[in-house]
């Protein structure tokens, strides 16, 4: 592959998941309107389009179009660069992920994964540090919200995004040791390897998933910081509307709130495809063999679909059902019970892969 | 292309030492000190040091800064006031400075490192290699920072614990 294919190859890659994430993101906002709504006996959206369908575009416009403030006792450099930083840090740890297995078009093979190429035996790879990449990208994500709080210059974005940075400092302990018994498992950190590692059957029929190889304890450990890290209830401290009006972006309105929110959104897309990367076997599953070969070239990214979907119903289910934690209980547990557990965890897994080696 | 991204680095993190030291708000020098961290982290990519360079973002720039930034909100620290210059590096610091540079400079001329570029992962740069060199040529190293952070650790413990008197 000359350069030039390679660089054609890359941007239409990174058009296409760039188009289809923001298009995850703005419905699963429609997604989590509605699911809430039945959840809680009303409808949800339903006026913009049949289903309220067309409400994320409704959404769009008027973020657009809404005046947009900045108060005059914000720090302005910082107050306007925070916006743009939590959205580019959501944005680019997409890259990493490995979506589908190698396609071939137009005499061209490549995987579907931006980082991914193809090794001269026709082999998928991709950077052998790739997740150690997406959790640096993580880690970076923090600065988006604790300088809106700073520069705000208010005393509720001060107080939501002092707790989001500690919050997510403290679960990104848990969340990175609950990847450890995975990585141990796989002994790769290529996030393409996890996957290959996962493709084999037990009896053909059920997946070698590790969720399935005993590493449950450790899927447990990262959901739940994997909420929090996200912001999510029952872990919104950071924009708890009962106490500190919106958190962190309080100050914040039109496009640039906007930015703000789809961060979160597509922070939770990256977590899910992280999540079923690691435990669920990406883009792996059941072979259909009765259907036609062009449906079945198809059939890696509706299982990788499927499983983020999976994902994205868990939080907004979990947000209709969970009430919100306690500041200190959020960290009492945090450091008390998740990371002594994935510690444990961690230990078991490394004795039973030496006793298997 | 290697030559292009080094100075372009080189400059930022240079650029960004010059800027913590220059900037009158704590904010914005503890800004600066994730750019120069940042651009340490590109460099070590640019040496085929992948895996170093990914824990230098996650462990500096993704922890330590965060921190940093995490206690000048807590305090709100606002401008710093230039202060007429200390004594000790008035004396020491400067002459510090010239000798430090001339030994620099000399151990440079005396093992100058060969023209040729490094490829990447000429390096040890994968994580797996850095693992094997810290567990058996670099273990004792390894071992005694590891009593060190232990020894930090306990510090905050103690420090951090109420009093029950």
Known sequence: ??????????????????????TVVAYTVWLERKVVGRM???????????????????DGIKFLLKEDLTPPYVEKNIYLLAPGLALIMALTSIALVPIGPVIHLFGISTPVQITGVVDAAGQPSDINVGLLIVLGITSLGVYGIALAGWSSNSKYSLLGSLRASAQMVSYEVSLGLSLVGVLLMSSTLSLSGIVHAQQSTWFGVIPQWFLFRGQFVAFFIYMIAAFAETNRIPFDLPEAE????AGYHTEYSAMKFAMFFMAEYANMVTVACIASVMFLGGWTGPTISFLPLAVQAF??????????FFFLFLYIWIRGTLPRFRYDQLMAFGWKFLFPLALANVIVTAFFVAWRA | MHQFLFIVFAVFCAGGAINLLVQRKTINSALSLIVVMG?????????????VAVVQVIIYAGAIMVLYIFVIMLLNAGDEEASKGSNVAKYFGIPGLFIGGIIGIGVLLKHRPNDTPLKLGALYGPADQVGMLLFTKYLLAFEVTSVLVLIAIMGAVVLARRSDS
């Open chain 1, 1 to 22: 592959m000359s350069a030039l294919t390679f660089l054609i190859v890359a941007l239409i890659k990174i058009a296409i998941t760039l188009g289809v994430l923001l």
């Open chain 1, 40 to 58: 809680q006996n009303r409808w949800g959206p339903s006026r913009v389009g049949p289903f309220g369908l067309l409400q994320p575009l409704a």
């Open chain 1, 242 to 245: 009962t106490e500190l009006v």
């Open chain 1, 299 to 308: 059939l890696p990214l509706v299982w990788f679909t499927a499983k983020i």
């Open chain 2, 39 to 51: 651009s340490l982290a590109m460099i070590y990519l640019l040496l085929g040091a992948e895996f």
